[in-house]
């Protein structure tokens, strides 16, 4: 894989900087695939590297544990998301309604229930382990002030006025969407169900978070003919 990844774009000159990125990218590309397969207490370090094309020490010299290149994963994921909720919501203050619907059907589609055993192995390990609970404290703060300046440059930037802050918006809507996911990952009948829902948290969410325009309500805009997300 490396071989591949580190000639790059043709006639890109590759700085020693952007070397090193493309070696990032590609051990967490790797990291993601293995994890995927046999769980972050399964995969080795070694294993992952050799998926990327790389030795042992290409992979040590990025990552310093198991665990941040796993938060790297995870903070990939994330950015993957936000881009896509950047690319294909159209948010109109006039429409609020379809602001939701839209969100919540984009990140529907890229939910990973793969992901979800993985994290709940770092949280649980980080409930055993002070040092690794700090760590991940820190990398929640930061995954949620990226969420909220995302929220302040794509929502409130486009004349949308929030009843709360981003930020609490933003940790409100994580929060929620994961334990749909918990749900979604341990009842095979009921998972389509569940991230269904996440389309009507969004739609809930808007009800609460943003400022109706003209004193109308976003949830007042439905078409009642509609088909409620979730309920399917």
Request: charged share 30%; no cysteine.
């Amino acid at each position: 894989m490396n071989s591949v990844m580190m000639r790059g774009m043709p006639g890109e000159k590759l700085t020693p900087e952007r070397r090193r990125q493309m070696t990032r990218d590609a051990l967490v590309e790797a990291a993601a695939e293995v994890f995927a397969k046999k769980g972050v207490t399964g995969a080795s370090m070694e294993e992952i590297a050799a998926e990327a094309g790389f030795t042992r020490g290409a992979i040590y010299s990025n990552f310093g544990s198991k665990e941040e290149l796993l938060l790297a994963v995870m903070d990939r994921f994330i950015a993957h998301q936000l881009a896509e909720f950047a690319e294909e919501v159209v948010v109109a203050s006039e429409d609020l309604l379809g602001v939701a619907q839209s969100a919540g059907a984009v990140f529907k589609r890229t939910l990973s229930l793969e992901l979800m055993p993985l994290e709940l192995e770092l949280r649980l390990n980080a409930l055993r382990n002070p040092a690794a609970r700090r760590r991940l404290a820190e990398a929640d703060r930061r995954t949620g002030e990226i969420v909220a300046h995302f929220i302040e440059d794509q929502i409130v930037g486009q004349g949308i006025r929030l009843r709360i802050p981003p930020r609490d918006m933003g940790d409100i809507g994580r929060a929620a969407i994961q334990g749909l996911l918990q749900y979604a990952a341990t009842d095979e009948e009921g998972a389509e169900r569940y991230q269904g829902l996440v389309e009507t948290l969004f739609v809930l969410l808007a009800g609460a978070a943003f400022e109706p325009a003209e004193g109308k309500d976003p949830a007042d805009q439905e078409d009642p003919s509609s088909t409620p997300p979730g309920s399917r």
